[in-house]
């Protein structure tokens, strides 16, 4: 130290200042190193007598451990929290984990909806990053959640740490996950979509498997189409299966039903959906798993680019969606350049293949290609109608209990669905936690029947889907009397409903077209404004017109008044608009000629127009 401040002090610096700064990037520099050397200390510790198993989000084993997690207590007892609504795990169960936050008073089961909208589950997550310390079979598992790209919200992974001599633990752990995940996935089918901007299936939701005799079909329809299915399932032959009809009819919740009975996931692909491509299509086809129903819906919607499924969308394949064979005739503003051809090839390969069901539905099969319904791509259709009497009937005894008769009739109708009690609510998803808040009052079968019955003669034969029955008789699914005393009530009030949104939107899309045609016939007013101007530039500072010159202002008077005659709305917007600005005697085609070169201009032209064209 004496040395340096021998040799500092001729340079007349201030040698306490600099000894105080050295000592502390030593001490610093010191306490940096032990800390790093403790750190990689603890790192070998842990490499030699810790076994660390990763597990990525984009792998199975990922869900069944979160799954497994979410089980157990010292999971949910986390200290750090993450509040989600979100899945608890790439494309798995929304189970219950022990952190769930539920409303008792409120939530009676998860499919629950409010004001149309299904209701949330918050759960709580431990926060990523954390570690968890969990016993399990006589070790000590450290759990952490990682996310590697936590700017796009995937891309989580599991790492889990335990002292151990050898893997066993581990693998007994990831059994046990797997077990229990597949012991409850038995009651779901899990549904994907497709994701056309990555070209692949994102998991969308476990819904509780539905029973089928909650769905009511003319008789023989489900049995058979089961029956088909099963006997299908696993030969490579393709078949395929067209479900067509109104829309409320019970299309997509047959294919729900089938899948829970089968054991299927569904695989669903909007062909009408943004960035829809052959490659896209061809790309999802590639990843559909085996064993899976792989469900096209409104197969009519896939060449007319219209998400929606409203009046406006014609659904009929175009010209070059019918007969194309690339894929650029398709390609329009919502990047979607799926091609017929295209579809066909990726239908046609993937429904070869084994243990692949696959079904489209359509609300207009009338405006299908004859190339995609025809047999062989749909090899069965079945077509879903308006409730009939039938259905009205069987409908009503799926949502109202009776007590079970003493001596129960034979099994054989379709609609006596009910065996106990509970077994007639079939359609309605069972309560979780406790009975719901209004008990729904039992009545004996030959009551309900009764009932049924009268509701089903007030009910007219293929006016009204299932759908709003089933909202009916939902809205009034504690009082099954009143229910029937007032349908005839209800189907007025319907049929108003209806007529009164119908008329406005026949009000709608006649303002809408009113006010297209102003907006063309402003445009069209700025358009001929804005030429005339340029013309009179030309004439200002030449003096003379040139060819090119005059040709602009015939061309807009020629157009406009051919528009103009054919459209009576354009007519009056244009001359009332050339009453406010132009002289109010010159004709409408003629704004351009109120300066004296333009009118000249504009006979002349006419003029070698009439001449060419006689
Ligand atoms: N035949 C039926 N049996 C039982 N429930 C039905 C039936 N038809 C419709 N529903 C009920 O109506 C609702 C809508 O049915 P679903 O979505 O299956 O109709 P859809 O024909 O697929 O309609 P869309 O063509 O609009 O997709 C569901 O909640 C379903 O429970």
């Given at each position: 130290?004496?040395t340096?401040?021998?040799?500092?002090?001729?340079?007349?610096?201030?040698?306490?200042?600099?000894?105080?700064?050295?000592k502390?990037?030593?001490?610093g520099?010191?306490?940096?190193?032990?800390?790093?050397?403790?750190?990689?200390?603890?790192?070998?510790?842990i490499?030699?007598?810790?076994?660390?198993?990763?597990?990525?989000?984009?792998?199975?084993?990922?869900?069944?451990?979160?799954?497994?997690l979410?089980?157990?207590?010292a999971?949910?007892?986390?200290?750090?929290?993450?509040?989600?609504?979100?899945?608890?795990?790439?494309?798995?169960?929304?189970?219950?984990?022990?952190g769930?936050?539920?409303?008792?008073?409120?939530?009676?089961?998860?499919?629950?909806?409010?004001?149309?909208?299904r209701?949330?589950?918050?759960?709580?997550?431990?926060?990523?990053?954390?570690?968890?310390?969990?016993?399990?079979?006589?070790?000590?598992?450290?759990?952490t959640?990682?996310?590697r790209?936590?700017?796009?919200?995937?891309?989580?992974?599991?790492?889990?740490?335990?002292?151990?001599?050898?893997?066993?633990i581990?693998?007994?752990?990831?059994?046990?996950?797997?077990?229990?995940y597949?012991?409850?996935?038995?009651?779901?089918?899990?549904?994907?979509?497709?994701?056309?901007?990555?070209?692949?299936?994102?998991?969308?939701?476990?819904?509780?498997?539905?029973?089928m005799?909650?769905?009511?079909?003319?008789?023989?329809?489900?049995d058979?189409?089961?029956?088909?299915?099963?006997d299908?399932?696993?030969?490579?032959f393709?078949?395929?299966?067209?479900?067509?009809?109104?829309?409320?009819?019970?299309?997509t919740?047959?294919?729900?039903?089938?899948?829970?009975?089968?054991?299927?996931?569904?695989y669903?692909?909007?062909?009408?959906?943004?960035?829809?491509?052959?490659?896209?299509?061809?790309?999802?086809?590639?990843?559909?798993?085996?064993?899976?129903?792989?469900?096209?819906?409104?197969?009519?919607?896939a060449?007319?680019?219209?998400?929606?499924?409203?009046?406006?969308?014609?659904g009929a394949?175009t010209?070059?969606?019918?007969t194309?064979?690339?894929?650029?005739?398709?390609?329009?503003?919502?990047?979607?350049?799926?091609?017929l051809?295209?579809?066909?090839n990726?239908?046609?390969?993937?429904?070869?293949?084994?243990?692949?069901?696959?079904?489209?539905?359509?609300?207009?099969?009338e405006?299908l290609?004859?190339?995609?319904?025809?047999?062989?791509?749909?090899?069965?259709?079945?077509?879903?109608?308006?409730?009939?009497?039938?259905?009205?009937?069987?409908?009503?005894?799926?949502?109202?209990?009776?007590?079970?008769?003493?001596?129960?009739s034979?099994?054989?109708?379709?609609?006596?669905?009910q065996?106990?009690?509970?077994?007639?609510?079939?359609?309605?998803?069972?309560?979780?936690?406790?009975a719901?808040?209004?008990?729904?009052?039992?009545?004996?079968?030959a009551?309900?029947?009764?009932?049924?019955?009268?509701?089903a003669?007030?009910?007219?034969?293929?006016?009204?889907?299932?759908?709003?029955?089933?909202?009916?008789?939902?809205?009034?699914?504690?009082?099954?009397k009143e229910?029937?005393?007032?349908?005839?009530?209800?189907?007025?009030?319907?049929?108003?409903?209806?007529?009164?949104?119908?008329?406005?939107?026949?009000?709608?899309?006649?303002?809408?077209?009113?006010?297209?045609?102003?907006?063309?016939?402003?445009?069209?007013?700025?358009h001929r404004?804005?030429?005339?101007?340029?013309?009179?530039?030309?004439?200002?500072?030449?003096?003379?017109?040139t060819?090119?010159?005059?040709?602009?202002?015939?061309?807009?008077?020629?157009?406009?008044?051919?528009?103009?005659?054919?459209?009576?709305?354009?007519?009056?917007?244009?001359?009332?608009?050339?009453?406010?600005?132009?002289?109010?005697?010159?004709?409408?085609?003629?704004?351009?000629?109120?300066?004296?070169?333009?009118?000249?201009?504009?006979?002349?032209?006419?003029?070698?127009?009439?001449?060419?064209?006689?």
């Open positions: 130290m004496d340096l401040k021998n040799m500092l002090s001729p340079l007349g610096m201030n040698t306490s200042a600099i000894q105080d700064t050295l502390l990037v030593v001490i520099g010191t306490v940096e190193t032990a800390r790093r050397a403790s750190i990689s200390a603890w790192n070998g510790f490499d030699s007598f810790f076994l660390t198993a990763h597990f990525s989000q984009e792998d199975y084993p990922y869900d069944w451990l979160m799954h497994w979410s089980k157990q207590p999971w949910g007892r986390s200290r750090e929290f993450e509040i989600t609504t979100r899945t608890v795990s790439r494309n798995g169960l929304t189970q219950a984990t022990t769930d936050l539920e409303d008792e008073d409120e939530v009676e089961d998860e499919d629950a909806l409010v004001h149309g909208r209701k949330r589950k918050v759960a709580f997550m431990p926060s990523l990053d954390t570690t968890h310390t969990i016993y399990y079979r006589g070790h000590w598992l450290r759990i959640r990682t996310k790209y936590p700017d796009y919200g995937h891309g989580a992974s599991l790492k889990i740490s335990v002292v151990a001599r050898n893997n066993d581990l693998k007994k752990l990831v059994l046990e996950a797997k077990r229990e597949e012991k409850d996935a038995e009651h779901r089918v899990h549904i994907f979509m497709a994701d056309t901007t990555y070209g692949c299936w994102r998991w969308n939701g476990a819904r509780q498997k539905r029973p005799s909650s769905i009511v079909l003319q008789p023989g329809v489900k058979m189409l089961l029956a088909d299915c099963k299908f399932l696993g030969i490579p393709r078949r395929g299966y067209l479900l067509y009809g109104v829309p409320g009819s019970g299309k919740s047959l294919i729900h039903s089938l899948a829970g009975e089968l054991g299927l996931d569904i669903v692909v909007s062909l009408s959906s943004k960035g829809m491509s052959d490659n896209t299509l061809s790309t999802l086809m590639g990843h559909v798993p085996s064993r899976c129903i792989l469900l096209l819906e409104d197969l009519d919607a060449f007319t680019r219209s998400v929606s499924r409203d009046a406006s969308s014609t394949p010209a070059s969606a019918s194309s064979t690339t894929n650029s005739n398709n390609d329009t503003n919502d990047g979607s350049t799926l091609s051809s295209g579809l066909l990726s239908l046609d390969g993937v429904a070869a293949a084994e243990g692949r069901l696959l079904f489209a539905t359509t609300n207009h099969i405006r290609d004859p190339a995609l319904s025809r047999p062989g791509r749909m090899d069965v259709w079945v077509n879903f109608t308006h409730a009939t009497k039938w259905q009205a009937e069987g409908i009503f005894k799926c949502f109202f209990p009776s007590k079970p008769a003493p001596s129960p034979p099994a054989s109708s379709e609609l006596n669905l065996d106990t009690v509970d077994v007639s609510q079939q359609n309605l998803p069972l309560p979780k936690r406790k719901p808040a209004h008990a729904i009052p039992v009545l004996e079968e009551e309900i029947a009764e009932l049924a019955k009268r509701f003669d007030a009910i007219p034969e293929g006016e009204l889907s299932v759908a709003a029955l089933q909202g009916y008789l939902l809205k009034n699914k504690v009082r099954p229910c029937v005393e007032e349908v005839a009530e209800w189907i007025i009030q319907e049929r108003e409903t209806r007529e009164k949104l119908k008329k406005e939107k026949a009000e709608q899309e006649e303002a809408k077209e009113k006010l297209d045609r102003k907006e063309r016939s402003k445009s069209k007013k700025a404004a804005e030429a005339a101007l340029k013309l009179e530039a030309s004439v200002s500072t030449s003096g003379t017109i060819p090119a010159e005059t040709i602009v202002p015939v061309i807009h008077a020629e157009s406009s008044s051919e528009s103009d005659s054919s459209n009576g709305g354009i007519e009056a917007d244009t001359e009332e608009s050339l009453t406010s600005e132009e002289e109010p005697d010159k004709p409408a085609g003629s704004t351009i000629e109120t300066k004296e070169p333009t009118k000249e201009k504009w006979v002349a032209v006419k003029g070698q127009q009439t001449s060419s064209e006689t």
